[in-house]
């Protein structure tokens, strides 16, 4: 069967550098798990790595017929473990019922939903390599006082170490990107719950950010209702400098305002 032809609408780039996908592959640190999901393989250049390892059983789930076809032509002992299915609207537990690593090269135009994903299953994923754009790989990985820092930033790394890995330069993919690739890996912490109110939790850090360049006090005055609270020294700062511990300290501030108000009236 002839190449898979790369389709924009699916942000397909092949990677065609085996020395970048047996370096990905081997990125992958997961020795607590046996099984590994690749999103998106195409052609399986990571794929042909992946099932050298004995340790690990690898599934792919892939949205692209074609690839799906050349797949199951080329890679005959995987044919019962190749998924085709749109990851993002995958039911992963009807899948795995242990926890899986995910490896891929993710499509540049649906990175971020893919990690928003991930945190949906946090306590079944331990690891995640990823190769995704540059820009996006060091968002991720940028801790607070970076200027890159961002919401999903806090969100990934409430539950995950991230640590940008390596650069991957255009020339190597089929159509070349118009920038440059960066590698992660997402190694699960010790976080089982966060140690606040998680959905207000998400409410606060998107709000902060969505104003990112106002202190918290200005972004947050909506919820900041008594003055011991307006006078507290957390709130000077703006989101870009507070690390998740001091996110869930302001939750859980905000949070007890609130069950104070209620005992009060």
């Given at each position: 069967m002839a190449n898979v032809r790369a389709k924009k609408n699916l942000g397909q780039h092949f990677l065609n550098d085996k020395n970048i996908a047996k370096e990905i592959v081997e990125s992958l640190r997961a020795t607590n798990v046996k099984k590994v999901l690749e999103i998106g393989p195409g052609m399986g250049v990571l794929t042909q790595f992946l099932l050298e390892n004995k340790a690990y059983e690898t599934s792919v789930v892939e949205i692209d017929r074609e690839s799906v076809d050349y797949l199951n032509s080329h890679f005959t002992e995987i044919k019962e473990r190749i998924i085709s299915a749109d990851f993002l609207r995958l039911n992963l537990h009807n899948h795995f019922a242990e926890p899986f690593a995910i490896i891929g090269n993710f499509p540049y135009n649906i990175?971020?939903?893919?990690?928003?994903?991930?945190?949906?299953?946090?306590?079944?994923?331990?690891?995640?390599?990823?190769?995704?754009?540059?820009?996006?790989?060091?968002r991720l990985a940028a801790g607070p006082g970076s200027k890159t820092y961002g919401?999903?930033?806090?969100?990934?790394?409430?539950?995950?170490?991230?640590?940008?890995?390596?650069?991957?330069?255009?020339?190597?993919?089929?159509?070349?990107?118009?920038?440059?690739?960066?590698?992660?890996?997402?190694?699960?912490?010790?976080?089982?719950?966060?140690?606040?109110?998680?959905?207000?939790?998400?409410?606060?850090?998107?709000?902060?950010?969505?104003?990112?360049?106002?202190?918290?006090?200005?972004?947050?005055?909506?919820?900041?209702?008594?003055?011991?609270?307006?006078?507290?020294?957390?709130?000077?700062?703006?989101?870009?400098?507070?690390?998740?511990?001091?996110?869930?300290?302001?939750v859980r501030l905000i949070g007890q305002q609130s069950k104070n108000s209620d005992q009060s009236q």
């Open positions: 990175s971020s939903q893919i990690f928003f994903k991930v945190l949906e299953y946090h306590n079944q994923i331990p690891e995640v390599v990823g190769m995704l754009q540059k820009e996006v790989a060091e919401i999903l930033s806090v969100f990934l790394q409430a539950y995950y170490d991230i640590e940008y890995l390596f650069t991957v330069h255009e020339d190597v993919f089929t159509p070349p990107p118009k920038v440059k690739s960066g590698v992660i890996r997402l190694t699960r912490n010790k976080t089982e719950k966060l140690n606040c109110d998680e959905k207000l939790f998400k409410g606060i850090v998107k709000m902060a950010f969505n104003q990112r360049r106002k202190t918290m006090r200005n972004s947050l005055k909506t919820m900041i209702t008594t003055d011991e609270l307006k006078a507290n020294p957390i709130f000077d700062k703006r989101p870009e400098q507070l690390g998740v511990t001091e996110f869930e300290k302001i």
